[in-house]
């Protein structure tokens, strides 16, 4: 079974310039969740996704990120224009639904760096 | 708010020593707790969970974690370490909600 995987693996923009990340989380997981890490800080969530639909979008910065999940597979997240706080390790995490105190599966992650 | 902590960012231990890394958590509630490891250029890989039951639960790679309600901790245990259990191990709780709340993690160096 392919594991939770993410493009690219690394980017490097510059202050104002558009990237997106793409996300293509287990088959059959319902449950896709972006979440990122700030060098040497905890891992934060972003948002979290039940099939096409945001079901949490509470840990979004702010409105320079727009995510999405086309028709419930795979997710991208763009950040438009990117500013120099943004660059971190941004992680996608699926899993299944209704399978009760569940772990989720993490991709390698986008290592993002605005310059 | 509910947090989880991980006090120390490294822990350095000799093979075949004991290891244990920490970890608290500040909730009211009865969480859900989780490890996770990180090796380099890989993405989170779980370890163990802990629901409800047994206080001590066992999980992937000789990996053990003990709850402690009264502490509110969930330490991370091996009783002997390997050189390539260096990584960076990552505490997380999941509280009422879906998404997971991490402590910012401690690197684990074991020397040979």
């Known amino acids: 079974e392919a594991g939770v995987t993410q493009f690219p693996s690394h980017s490097v923009i510059e202050k104002g310039q558009t990237v997106t990340l793409r996300c293509d989380p287990i088959s059959g997981h319902d449950n896709l969740y972006w979440y990122r890490r700030v060098m040497g800080k905890e891992i934060k969530f972003l948002l979290h996704f039940v099939k096409e639909s945001k079901q949490d979008e509470s840990g979004m910065p702010n409105n320079r990120f727009l995510a999405e999940r086309t028709g419930g597979t795979y997710s991208t997240l763009k950040v438009q224009p990117a500013e120099l706080e943004d660059s971190g390790v941004y992680f996608c995490?699926?899993?299944?639904?209704?399978?009760?105190?569940?772990?989720?599966?993490f991709g390698p992650g986008t290592r993002l760096t605005v310059t | 708010a509910q947090s989880v902590a991980q006090p120390e960012d490294q822990v350095n231990v000799a093979e075949g020593n004991p290891l244990t890394v920490k970890c608290t958590y500040s909730v009211s509630g009865n969480p859900y707790l989780f490890w996770y490891v990180q090796y380099p250029n890989r993405g989170l890989q779980f370890l163990l969970k802990?629901?409800?039951?047994?206080?001590l639960v066992k999980g992937s790679y000789g990996f053990e974690a003990e709850f402690n309600k009264s502490q509110t901790s969930f330490h991370l245990k091996k009783p002997s370490a390997l050189v390539s259990d260096s990584a960076l191990y990552f505490c997380?709780?999941?509280?009422?909600?879906?998404?997971?709340?991490f402590g910012k993690g401690t690197t684990l160096s074991v020397s040979s």
């Open positions: 995490a699926s899993s299944q639904l209704w399978t009760g105190p569940y772990e989720q599966y």
């Open positions: 997380a709780a999941r509280f009422a909600g879906t998404a997971l709340i």
């Open positions: 802990y629901i409800t039951g047994d206080n």
